[in-house]
């Protein structure tokens, strides 16, 4: 007798209704793979995007310490011009007029007296969050380096400083920037007479024309001031103030900027024939893109 061993769970592959054809697996798997390409391609963009916004703006900080030393190649000859090109992808160079002010006092030994103040701009590059951050509150100086003071002293000093930050919310939009902004340089020396002798220079920027023919900064060596007093000057004292102006976007303030602080005073040493103080403030017009 033959036995027969029926087994009632085996079905044959061919009639199981519930197996997916060989042409449909194909869709499927062809189908995961196309989506994975583009998944990776679109990956593969966002870094190749923020590699070239991050060598741009690595490139822009030298840029800007450029426009720091040409500023102060232009600020004390009348008009000297000088231009800088740069390029740029993803970010934009930007002046904004009336940011900060700057007041010289000095103090004869009764009372404090102001004898000149001037408004400066600035220059900015941005770039856009969406290229290239650098996180919210980050701040780096770059010119100079190991202090932010608004006064510098000896012949090599900055007349400008240039630091990169990012600052969220602003009205302005939301970018990482590299600033170049103009601060006080400071002289010492001593008169033949015997008095002491001390130099002031602040650059004072002003806005050009800005037709934005070509990626370039136009410095003019516009107009010099010079002021001087002399006699019984025990202190100079140099304060700087945040403006807040139509024509400057709210967020500009003395914290954005940063300063180490916002009034120094300097003793002047009495010589044997008293002392010789001079301020120079050289006036800069900056144009953006004037040069095709």
């Known amino acids: 007798m033959r036995l027969i061993h029926y087994h009632p769970n085996r079905k044959s592959w061919r009639n199981n209704n519930r197996a997916v054809s060989p042409a449909i697996s194909t869709v499927i798997m062809t189908s995961a793979l196309v989506v994975l390409v583009f998944v990776a391609m679109n990956y593969a963009n966002s870094s190749l995007t923020v590699s070239i916004a991050g060598d741009e ?6 840029f800007m310490q450029t ?5 102060d190649n232009v600020a004390w000859t009348i008009g000297r011009t000088e231009t800088v090109d740069f390029t740029s992808k993803y970010g ?10 700057y007041t010289f006092e000095i103090y004869n030994g009764s009372s404090w007296q102001t004898i000149y103040n001037s408004t400066t701009g600035m220059i900015m590059y941005k770039i856009p969050v969406s290229s290239y951050t650098l996180g919210n509150n ?6 100079p380096s190991n202090n932010g003071s608004i006064l510098q002293w000896n012949a090599s000093a900055p007349v400008s400083q240039v630091f990169a930050t990012e600052k969220l919310p602003m009205n302005d939009g939301s970018f990482a920037r590299i600033i170049s902004v103009p601060t006080v340089r400071a002289l010492n020396s001593t008169l033949i007479t015997g ?16 037709p934005y023919l070509s990626q370039s900064v136009t410095l003019t060596g516009s107009s010099l001031t010079r002021v001087m007093t002399s006699g019984t000057v025990y202190q100079v004292r140099i304060n700087v103030t945040a403006l807040a102006t139509p024509s400057t976007p ?7 900027f ?10 002047i040493t009495q010589g044997s024939s008293g ?4 301020f120079y403030s050289g006036t800069v017009s900056v144009s953006i893109g004037l040069v095709a």
């Open 57 to 62: 703006f690595s490139a822009s900080k030298q």
């Open 67 to 71: 426009v720091g030393m040409q500023i």
């Open 92 to 101: 934009q160079i930007a002046f904004v007029p009336n940011v900060i002010n």
């Open 138 to 143: 980050y701040f780096s100086r770059i010119v």
């Open 195 to 210: 008095g002491s002798y001390y130099k002031f220079y602040l650059p004072t920027l002003i806005g050009g024309s800005n």
């Open 250 to 256: 709210s967020g500009f303030n003395l914290e954005f």
């Open 258 to 267: 940063n300063f180490d602080h916002s009034s120094e005073t300097i003793n």
């Open 275 to 278: 002392s010789l103080i001079e």
